[in-house]
């Protein structure tokens, strides 16, 4: 029987009930696999990742992130599989992310899920990477719905977006330059901290006093909805530079503290500035800074003086993962989105405004 034919069919069946979706996630260094029965019940999630490898580089290294990739990509979706109880044929679709991310890395993860999909008859979904993270928030949260503003901030992208619709979304601000988390890694390399620098940040940041500097920059603090990291990354360089010049003992916790406190504040103050302007009063924060608890506190705080319910993914969920990716495919699947065969990975991307 055709392709086609199949995937047709595998349709027609899941009219009826929810469908198991395999969410496979491989943009950057992190190798995941996760089964999702439904819109939130994760039956198995399974990571490799390669931090340990990466962190002698100092960050990512794109052709050696591609390359154990595809080494660990079956082991990984065979893991997943047995601890969610289940065989390859109780699959109904393949859920991969196609963009934005590293090339080489994207298409590990793409050729795997084409090949898979293709052999068991069902569908095939790309799922762009910014729009799984925001999926994340329906994970742990049963019962949330769109509309929502969902600030999402990672490694590549900081942006807030007004998720109108499980398919339709609005960027309404974000980074003029850097992302939020770059620019943690960046200053965390400069007070010599290991990659990757948000987490280290967090912790280092725990022994300081987040008031000794205002690295705060007026461009962050205006009304527009856009924002930007290099005032404040050029600001602590400058602190750091001027400090050993007239050898002037600095106490790094307090740096990393301020630089924190400067970044949270930021990226709280301009989404909920979006939340208003759109009218909107539900929150939610999305992608591997959105596991910052600095952050995750200003929320809880401005939730209560302003009124606006505050949603957040599980820890786990933060992060780049692949019950995400199937969470995202499960809401493309119910408006009757799959994707062909022949779509391609893409290292850059905006996401569409419609799916
Ligand atoms: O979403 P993600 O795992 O990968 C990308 O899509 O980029 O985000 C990785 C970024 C890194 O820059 C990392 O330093 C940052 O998220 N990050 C954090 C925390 N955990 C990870 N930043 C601040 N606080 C954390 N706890
Ligand atoms: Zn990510």
Do not use: W
């Not at 395999?22 to 039956?43: F, H, K, P, Q, Y």
């Not at 992208?157 to 601000?173: A, F, M, N, P, R």
């Amino acid at each position: 029987m055709l392709y086609s034919t199949r995937v047709h069919q595998k349709l027609e069946a899941l009219r009826d009930r929810d469908p198991i979706i395999l969410g496979i996630e491989t943009s950057c260094d992190d190798t995941s696999v996760a089964v999702l029965r439904g819109e939130n019940e994760v039956l198995s999630m399974c990571t490799n990742s390669q931090i340990e490898i990466h962190r002698e580089f100092g960050g990512v290294v794109p052709e050696i992130a591609s390359r154990n990739h595809v080494k660990n990509i079956a082991p990984v979706a065979r893991a997943a599989i047995e601890q969610a109880g289940i065989t390859l044929e109780d699959l109904d679709a393949v859920a991969v992310t196609c963009a934005p991310g590293l090339l080489g890395a994207l298409l590990a993860g793409l050729n795997f899920a084409k090949g898979l999909a293709f052999s068991l008859g069902i569908p095939y979904i790309g799922v762009n990477h910014i729009c799984g993270h925001i999926n994340a928030n329906f994970i742990t949260n049963p019962g949330l719905k769109p509309p929502f503003v969902c600030l999402v901030a990672s490694g590549g992208h900081s942006q807030v977006v007004h998720v109108k619709d499980y398919d339709t979304y609005e960027i309404l601000g974000g980074t003029c330059d850097d992302a939020a988390g770059e620019a943690l890694d960046k200053i965390a390399r400069q007070l010599g901290l290991p990659y990757p620098g948000g987490p280290e940040i967090e912790k280092f940041a725990e022994d300081g006093n987040e008031k000794a500097y205002n690295f705060k920059s007026q461009f962050n603090t205006n009304k527009q909805p856009n924002f930007s990291f290099s005032g404040i990354k050029t600001a602590v360089v400058n602190m750091l530079q001027q400090a050993k010049r007239t050898e002037k003992e600095i106490h790094y916790p307090d740096v990393a503290a301020s630089f924190q406190r400067a970044v949270m504040e930021t990226l709280a103050y301009k989404t909920v500035l979006c939340a208003h302007s759109a009218d909107v009063k539900t929150i939610a924060i999305a992608g591997g800074v959105s596991a910052n608890l600095k952050l995750r506190s200003l929320f809880e705080g401005l939730s209560k003086k302003y009124g606006f319910e505050f949603v957040r993914p599980e820890l786990q969920y933060c992060a780049d993962n692949g019950a995400m990716i199937a969470c995202a495919a499960y809401h493309m699947l119910k408006k009757g989105i799959t994707s062909s065969l022949d779509l391609d990975a893409k290292a850059s991307g905006e996401m569409p405004k419609h799916l």
